[in-house]
């Protein structure tokens, strides 16, 4: 009944072609930007922030910048932690070197550090696909984490090895570092996410983002009606890393405060990878979805015992709580294997129908 | 006959129409295979050119020479009076040349409105800075471009299917896709692989209507490779017939289709 779209004509083909042609759909959008924007801040606490909104954000933004190279140019990668590790490191020497750049800058250019490694890397897409590609990345994964650790150099030769995040202010108020608050550095990322995310959008319904789905879809195909396969797939691994570049510089500076190599290592590549394709491969939206299925619904369903009262031991809560998220993971993947972003579409569909079959 | 733009017999008489492209001497083997052996024959402007043979005879792999897909060991190809040699697929859509597959290939995750579109990638110029801003150059250029594509679908009547993922569409809809597609890039050289292969009696007279249609009202020069001969001698001005690799004959279907050597290549022969 809400959903519905009849008297909504286009009569130009610049209409036809705006982000939101069922004008609902930009009411839903304007709905839960009121939320993250004003709703939330106002009532989440310090923990929420830290554990729920900001890191579902970080993660979103990292599937983003996996999908558009594995949902969208079809370049299977293994490497997504590692080329977030780039950013992470780019960005920490940036602001230890040049302690009075701006840290939206610094996050900016890092990006462009992980582009380059990722188009290093994704040289062997031009020769290999599918399995042997992902082997390819994963040879980036181990190689950059190990460079992590051993070129004392990118970590000040900090004696724990790791690198930590100094207090950068921008306009007096403290937005890295221990001294920042929670709230201000959600609001940071949710201002890059959400750049990020809408210029993403704008290169993927474009001339190039046509060009990615050929190649994924059908590579000779796509040569065949004058597609260079080689600037395809190349560009994709630019664009895919530097976004996941800019989620890996977030990921340090504005929400763990500090990182260790290790914290780069396969498990967050594999994480990423879940979020993008339980979230749907070849959608924005899914991103967003898969990161609030894998990173929000466990630290949910820990809180919930608590705050029914049940007397259950941490311990106990955790192995549950890794039960119910694997179990809902292998579900949504029975029900519908492309994606929550799918799901939704379904639903959307059947929506617009309602109360009707057809 | 129909009466066609060109008129065949006068171009094998008079050596009018200007020459599009002309295959001269070309051999290709692959190991100790040979797929084409000293293969000469050319392609003028306007007209449909039909390439026939029977099974295993060469036809696709000619056609893989011509746009550039395989690089022969002999011969040259002389295409808008210029010769060319070793050259990639994405070359030869840049000079002009289009073609459709035996076995569809499209983008299969693609609606039918972006497959066609894909087919304007190399007219499409905006950078990545400007598709990311969409809103100015880059959402004029997309929608000047849709235009032509929008052109393209009321011509194959396709309107019905333009946001369907082409991957769920039935297999005589995906051909005419495919076709929208070749046509989407404007090409001056249309080279179609079996357009009727696999379809029905009403879906091979829409083919042949579009491939009509497509010759006259475009004015695009055709090549194609069709196994239905009713097809191949009503459509085509002039015939080129392949056997083992070698041409056998050459010239308007009429005389083709009564050429000695061609019965024998399709009937069999006793030896």
Known sequence: ?358 | MNSRVADPVAIAEQGAGEMLMEVRNVSLSFGGVKAITDISFDIRKGEIRAIIGPNGAGKTSMLNVINGFYTPQKGEIVFRGQTRRAMKPHHAVRQGIARTFQNVALFKGMSTLDNIMAGRAVKMRRNLFWQMLWHGPALAEEIEHRAAVEEIIDFLEIQHIRRTPVGKLPYGLQKRVELGRALAMEPSLLLLDEPMAGMNLEEKEDMSRFILDVNRQRGTTIALIEHDMGVVMDLSDRVVVLDYGKKIADGVPDAVKSNQAVIDAYLGVAH
């Open chain 1, 1 to 358: 009944m809400l959903y519905r779209t009849a008297g909504q004509f286009k009569t130009s083909y610049r209409a036809d072609h705006a982000l939101f042609p069922v004008k609902q759909d930009a009411w839903l959008l304007g709905f839960i930007l009121l939320f993250a924007v004003v709703i939330f801040p106002l009532t989440a606490s310090e923990f929420a922030f830290r554990a729920l909104l900001t890191p579902v954000l970080i993660y979103a933004l990292a599937a983003l910048g996996l999908n558009i190279l594995t949902g969208y140019a079809g370049q299977l990668s293994l490497g997504t932690g590692a080329f977030m590790g780039v950013g992470a490191y780019a960005c920490y020497k940036l602001v230890t070197l040049f302690p009075e750049m701006n840290l939206l800058v610094a996050i900016a250019l890092s990006g462009f550090f992980s582009a380059a490694i990722g188009v290093a890397f994704g040289l062997p897409s031009l020769r290999i696909k599918g399995f042997y590609l992902a082997i390819a990345t994963l040879a980036a994964q181990f190689f950059l984490v190990w460079l992590f650790e051993k070129w004392a150099w990118l970590y000040n030769y900090n004696s724990s090895g790791a690198i930590q995040v100094p207090t950068i202010s921008m306009f007096g108020v403290p937005v890295a570092g221990p001294n920042a608050t929670a709230m201000v550095q959600y609001y940071v990322v949710l201002a890059i996410v959400a750049l990020v995310t809408v210029l993403a959008i704008n290169i993927t319904r474009g001339r190039i983002g046509r060009m990615w789905k050929a190649v994924r879809d059908m590579d000779i195909a796509a040569e065949l009606v004058g597609i260079n396969p080689m600037k395809a797939k190349l560009s994709a691994f630019a664009v895919s890393s530097y976004i996941v570049g800019v989620a890996g510089a977030l990921f340090v500076f504005l929400w763990r405060g500090a990182a260790e190599p290790v914290a780069f290592d396969i498990p967050l590549s594999f994480r990423v990878l879940f979020i993008a394709i339980i979230g749907g491969l070849g959608s924005i939206l899914g991103n967003y979805l898969g990161a609030i299925l894998i990173v929000a619904l466990p630290v949910i369903i820990s809180a919930l015992p608590a705050a029914v009262g049940l007397p259950l031991s941490s311990a106990m809560v955790e192995h549950l709580n890794t039960m119910i998220i694997g179990a809902l993971i292998i579900l949504f993947l029975i029900v519908e294997p492309h994606g929550l972003a799918r799901f939704w579409a379904i639903i959307r569909e059947k929506l617009i129908m309602w109360p009707f079959p057809h």
